[in-house]
């Protein structure tokens, strides 16, 4: 993690006070003139009395070398509740990658899908765009609505699509502006976006660009985690997460990532657990990916 800084304010009464000064000095020789000139900019960038610096923090890809070996040192020192769960199952893989406007694509098609059927959509859709690297706004807007709901898409994804794909036309979103974001300003603009919602948004950054602190307060399967995790009576609500996981940050994705674990491996083989964390999802009317009604999130869907 690299840490930045910004100038947040400029001290306008400063520099006025400056050039006043070499304004009175424009009568003097030239000499004088000169060396007040030079020493003006060390005036200038001294951070005044009302210029405010501003640490802008960098977060490194979990999938770049040794991040992910460092948010597992890190949480097993600010959780020591999470050690057992760190043993007890394979570490987390954050290595493919896809371009973002693909895997937003993606995860519209296979919202409130079962995996299989999310898919075989999938498939279909890609053949349509005449492969995944022809995935692109201007293909994607040439598709009209009956031709994908001859694929199976609905009339109301299909405007999710199209708007995607319109703001990145249209400049308001890039491949690259997303992948250069911070990640507040990347939550704001995603969820403009017609059918993206914060569940939606929250999974992109974790498993898509990899981002190391991702909390998904509305996922219920995190939820159930956190509740065996501290032993809570009642599931945490979304307004509670924060305050419960702010230990984790700012490797808050990881630890996600095991309560998926933890609460896989309470449910056992039979999935009945899973299901009714699934169902729980569903009641709450949020967009469900195939791999979250299974709570293996992220592993089909997103490419892991």
């Not at 050039?19 to 020493?39: D, H």
């Not at 999938?122 to 005449?130: N, Q, S």
Request: aromatic content about 8%; overall charge neutral; hydrophobic content about 40%.
């Amino acid at each position: 993690m690299q840490i930045e800084w910004e100038i947040e304010d400029f001290d306008v009464k400063t520099y006025s006070e400056i050039c006043g000064k070499i304004r009175k000095l424009s009568s003097t020789t030239a000499s004088t003139l000169t060396t007040t000139i030079n020493e003006t900019p060390k005036t200038l960038s001294t951070p005044s009395a009302t210029t405010k610096l501003v640490p802008k923090i960098v977060a490194r890809p979990l999938s770049e070398d040794g991040e992910l070996d460092a948010a597992i040192s890190y949480l097993r020192s600010a959780d020591p509740l999470l050690i057992p769960l760190i043993d007890q199952h394979q570490l987390p893989t954050f290595d493919v990658f896809q371009p973002p406007f693909l895997a937003l694509t993606k995860s519209i098609l296979y919202q409130q899908l079962a995996y299989k059927a999310g898919t075989s959509i999938y498939t279909r859709f890609i053949a349509l765009c005449g492969g995944e690297s022809n995935v692109l706004p201007d293909v994607v807007l040439s598709l009209t609505p009956p031709q994908l709901r001859q694929i199976g898409v609905s009339a109301r994804k299909a405007s999710y699509l199209h708007d995607l794909a319109r703001k990145y036309n249209n400049g308001i979103l890039s491949d690259n502006s997303i992948i250069e974001m911070d990640d507040k300003s990347l939550f704001t603009m995603l969820t403009m976006v017609n059918g993206i919602g914060s569940w939606s948004v929250h999974m992109f950054m974790i498993f898509s660009l990899h981002r190391p602190d991702v909390l998904p307060i509305h996922d219920t399967g995190v939820r159930k985690g956190v509740q065996m995790l501290y032993g809570l009576e009642e599931l945490p609500r979304p307004s509670q997460m924060e305050h419960l996981c702010e230990k984790w940050r700012p490797y808050s994705s990881v630890a996600a990532w095991y309560m998926w674990r933890s609460v896989e491996a309470k449910a056992g083989p039979n999935l009945n657990g899973v299901n009714q964390v699934a169902r729980l999802q569903q009641e709450q009317q949020q967009f469900l990916d195939p791999i979250n009604a299974v709570l293996n999130l992220g592993a089909c869907a997103w490419g892991q």
